[in-house]
């Protein structure tokens, strides 16, 4: 798998937590994620390229959905929350390819770190509009906990993908 690839991967993972982080004011929904067009993607196992391609994707829809978060009027609390919503079809469609073999173990961890990026939008949803300090503070730590757990796994990821690759 080429360096630059997993290195891309990484930062639109954390660049897109970083955004989110700096730019949510708070409020509520439910939670729902998306898993449009997963199902044949986790059917069979990929081969070394499509998985690289599989990562690659990833990359390129974060970098996009990064972008438009950016942008957002964070007063409207509802596209906010949609947008964040959008974040997250891709994480579980990545989560839900079937590697190749030799990258189980990096990709293992690379989901590890896509549900707690999850699981940090999801939080950050929670306390869009929020005006109760206490819950924000709340919500605050646990971002800091999520986007760290995060951003370790992605890294211990990537470096067993491109150990697979050697």
């Avoid at 067009?37 to 986790?42: E, I, K, L």
């Avoid at 994707?57 to 929350?81: G, H, M, P, R, Y």
């Avoid at 949609?82 to 690379?110: C, D, I, Q, R, W």
């Avoid at 109760?132 to 757990?149: C, H, N, P, T, Y």
């Amino acid at each position: 798998m080429k360096k630059n690839m997993v290195k891309r991967l990484l930062a639109a993972l954390v660049g897109a937590a970083m955004v989110l982080s700096l730019t949510a004011c708070g409020g509520k929904t439910d939670n729902q994620g998306g898993a449009d067009g997963a199902d044949a993607q986790a059917s069979a196992a990929l081969t070394e390229e499509e998985y690289q391609q599989a990562a690659e994707n990833l990359a390129t829809e974060l970098a996009a959905i990064q972008t438009e978060v950016s942008k957002l009027d964070w007063n409207d609390t509802e596209a906010a929350k949609s947008a964040l919503e959008e974040l997250k079809k891709p994480l579980n469609n990545f989560m839900l390819v079937t590697p190749p073999t030799s990258y189980e173990a990096g990709h293992e961890k690379m989901k590890s770190g896509c549900q707690a990026l999850i699981d940090f939008v999801d939080v950050t949803i929670s306390i869009v509009g929020e005006t109760d300090q206490a819950k924000l503070e709340a919500g605050s730590v646990r971002m800091q906990e999520l986007i760290a757990a995060s951003v370790n796994d992605m890294a211990e990821g990537a470096a067993l993908l491109e150990q697979a690759t050697k």
